[in-house]
């Protein structure tokens, strides 16, 4: 035994034994290491994946996820690996999620976190305003959510005579919704017929587009809103939303009547008891229409 271990240090005390040693253990941990790395790179990773085309705000079920080897290399950015995470989930409002794609981050949401994008860029000040429309008046469907659109004011004056111009311009169609409320264009499989167009914009002239709208149901005025699309925005910057015609603007206001803020009741008020001639009083005191 004693001889052994002699024998075994004598052996270990040889520098070039140890040198050989060294080598080939480094040779060893190379070839392992980089067959470890090779099997790490090209071992394929079982992913799921959409086995039909889902449509946004579509909730996504077992049905719909197959299930494919990946090379790692392919595995890039937020994609979703664990199906748990992917099941009863629905497609995002503004993400068609094609056939053979896998399932990222982004496309993915819960049902709490999915808005209606036709109120997502509203900017602070505006209101929504929710204009009727139909497949002639969208040029056969052919408005589509971020064109800009001018309206056109149409009525009858005071002569009788049809006046018709540009009353405001710049505006951003927010979203197309049919009868039900669905997005127009939110479905690649289905076809939907457009009701309403939904846009924002400053109160101003959000409160002079109503009065437009409803002196449609005065006779012998009979005013009518026409979208056009505003074409100037495809080749040119879009400049802010405003009041394009003045004359249009007075014709309205003097054909309705004016609220002033300052007489309205605070709210736990009494509500008062306005008599007909107290909507139809103008600023001057008489009787009559207008601001």
């Known amino acids: 035994m ?9 052996f270990l005390a040889n520098k070039n034994t140890v040198t ?11 070839y392992f290491g980089y067959n470890w790395r090779i099997r790490q790179a090209i071992q394929p990773v079982r992913m799921p994946y959409a086995l039909v085309t889902i449509q946004p705000r579509e909730r996504i079920t077992e049905n719909m996820i197959g299930y494919t080897e990946v090379p790692p290399r392919m595995i890039m950015g937020n994609i979703i690996r664990n199906p748990n995470l992917i099941l009863g989930r629905y497609a995002n409002y503004n993400t ?3 056939a053979g794609s896998l399932f990222y981050q982004d496309a993915v949401v819960n049902i ?3 808005p209606d994008s036709a109120f997502i860029n509203i900017p602070v000040g505006y209101t929504p305003f929710n204009f009727p429309v139909n497949i002639d008046t969208t040029y056969g469907n052919s408005i589509f959510p971020g064109n800009y659109i001018n309206l056109y004011f149409k009525a009858f004056n005071e002569e009788g005579k049809i006046i018709i111009g ?3 311009e710049n505006i951003e169609v927010l979203s197309v919704k049919d009868r039900s409320g669905r997005h127009v264009f939110e479905n690649t499989q289905t076809e939907r017929v457009p009701s309403n167009i939904i846009f924002a914009i400053p109160e101003e002239i959000h409160l002079l587009l109503r009065k437009a709208m409803f002196l449609g149901n005065v006779s012998n005025i009979r005013a009518e809103l026409i979208p056009v699309p505003n074409t100037e925005a495809y080749h040119t910057e879009v400049g802010a939303i405003a009041i ?17 803020q300052d007489q ?8 008062p008891n306005y008599g007909e001639e107290d909507f139809f009083e103008d600023a001057t005191g008489e009787d009559g229409v207008g601001e």
């Open 2 to 10: 004693n001889n052994l271990m002699f024998n075994i240090k004598r």
């Open 244 to 260: 394009s015609n003045q004359y249009l603007r007075a014709f309205i206001e003097v054909n309705t009547g004016f609220v002033p």
């Open 166 to 168: 540009k009353l405001a």
């Open 264 to 271: 309205l009741p605070n709210v736990g008020d009494e509500t």
């Open 20 to 30: 050989v040693i060294g080598v080939v253990l480094a040779i060893l941990i190379l």
């Open 112 to 114: 709490a976190d999915l």
């Open 96 to 98: 068609v999620i094609p």
